[in-house]
């Protein structure tokens, strides 16, 4: 940095100033990413619904966030990076806002579709920002400056929510978004830089596809649990979905700048990765979902005590990323991938042993495990998934990847959702400790869908290891 004065302000100051917006972006969209699922049973209560079927809260978010992820980085290089981050910004409060005042679950469901509009856009904009404005000496360091409070987020949003709807109501999880969108906003028009660069013609044709593909399959697995749609309909829609999702790759190949380059998938440890990152993902996926319903659904917990159980998750997970190097260097990607994708199936389905006279200390332990294994899977599938691409090709492998991520997410609580609409069918009623087993079998269903794709990773080359001299890329989870 030369220090000259630029506004009354030195380039250094502006620069740190630039990295404090980006992370309070980031922190808003993840804290938001998990302080819901906390206040699902008491969000159901105040509008009436079922606790069991408030899936959609979450789905509209993570689904919206997958469908506009592609486009965020065209949209910030065609309009400049100050106005789509400071849209975001908007977009993101304003939801909050409709959320907060929303009367039944479907204006909820709605509010957050807005609310995911910002938030798709927070991330891959307040990065973009920082490429084109930080010397490249200093970019990773600014990136792990900027992830930290991602990392904060998951580990300080559903305590947060517990105590919120404990002593407040429901509301305010969405209501504290308010001032701190308003200083985000101000901030952004002043120090955020408005860079902008020469972009090809978008393609909306495949955007289309790819963007029906994604809801109409996500839709159709929501559809055997909260819409009641007929088994036609549910049909109907995963068809059309997959019809769709084909239609792309051919159009892909054929389309001399495609939303996704075709040559993403000749990069085999990519196409090993983001296979193995969609399907392994499902299943964890459904866990923030699942767990927080467990607790005060079937085994009474307040929502504070639900939120404070996740913190073991979170703690053990910030805790075990140092050892991802050291593990991957000894065992390569492909024996690790292939032994934690199992770990963390199993470490899934031991939820089925949860029962109102397990010990406190255990259950500590038993969640404390699957937040170290959950970490190192993330990691490790993020690292061996982008660690290959170059060029043109890396940004859209990141972006791809990031749209798988919030995707399987999608899809995650809407198959969870599902199997316990009908495994409480098989069980009985819906309340309280009845409802157990219901809880109990899911657990099993979306460990074992998480075990199985260690078979994906069983595809990658043996003795694949990072190489010594480099350190591996933090990537957010």
Request: proline fraction near 5%; aromatic fraction near 10%.
């Amino acid at each position: 940095m030369d220090g000259d004065v630029r506004g009354g302000m030195t380039e250094n100051t502006s620069s740190k100033l630039l990295l404090w917006l980006v992370a309070l972006g980031i922190f808003m969209q993840m804290l938001d990413s998990t302080i819901v699922n906390t206040a699902l049973p008491v969000m159901a209560a105040g509008l009436g619904e079922s606790p069991l079927r408030m899936q959609s809260v979450v789905i509209a978010y993570a689904l919206t966030m997958a469908t506009l992820i592609p486009a965020s980085g065209w949209l910030a290089d065609r309009f400049g990076t100050r106005r789509i981050f400071f849209l975001a910004i908007v977009l993101f409060t304003l939801g909050s806002m409709l959320c907060a005042y929303s009367q039944s679950l479907g204006q909820l469901a709605a509010a957050r579709v807005v609310q995911g509009v910002g938030g798709a856009m927070l991330l891959p904009v307040g990065r973009l920002a920082l490429l084109r404005s930080i010397p490249r000496s200093d970019f990773l360091r600014a990136m792990s400056f900027v992830t930290i409070p991602g990392m904060m987020g998951p580990l300080i949003g559903p305590t947060l929510g517990g105590w919120l709807v404990q002593t407040a109501s429901w509301h305010w999880i969405f209501l504290i978004n308010l001032p701190v969108g308003v200083i985000a906003g101000a901030a952004t028009l002043r120090f955020m830089p408005d860079a902008r660069s020469a972009v090809a013609r978008f393609d909306i044709g495949g955007y289309l596809m790819l963007s029906f593909s994604m809801i109409a399959i996500s839709l159709s697995l929501d559809g055997l649990s909260e819409l009641g749609l007929r088994h036609a309909t549910v049909l109907m829609l995963l068809l059309f979905g997959m019809a769709s999702f084909v239609a792309y790759w051919l159009h892909a190949t054929r389309t001399p700048k495609p939303l996704f380059s075709p040559g993403l998938f000749g990069v085999h440890t990519f196409r090993v990765g983001v296979l193995g990152n969609l399907f392994a993902r499902i299943g964890t996926g459904s866990m923030p979902f699942l767990i927080p319903l467990l607790l005060q659904v079937s085994l009474g917990y307040s929502p504070m005590q639900a939120g404070m159980m996740m913190i073991p998750v979170a703690i053990a997970g910030m805790l075990s990323k140092s050892l991802v190097v050291p593990i991957v260097r000894e065992f390569g990607y492909r024996r690790v991938l292939i032994g934690n994708t199992i770990l963390v199936g199993l470490a899934m389905a031991s939820f089925a042993l949860i029962s109102a006279d397990q010990p406190l200390w255990l259950r500590i332990i038993q969640f404390a495990f699957f937040g170290m294994v959950n970490s190192l899977q993330f990691t490790a599938m993020n690292t061996i998934t982008l660690r290959d691409l170059e060029g043109e090709l890396a940004s859209g492998g990141n972006s791809l990847l990031s749209m798988v991520m919030m995707l399987s997410m999608s899809l995650g609580v809407a198959a969870a959702s599902g199997l316990l609409a009908a495994f409480t069918g098989v069980f009985g009623s819906e309340r309280g400790a009845t409802v157990l087993p219901a809880f109990h079998a899911t657990f099993v269903c979306v460990g074992l869908v998480t075990a199985v794709s260690a078979w994906i990773f069983w595809q990658l080359e043996r003795d694949r290891r990072p190489p010594p001299a480099r350190p591996e890329p933090e990537l957010a989870p």
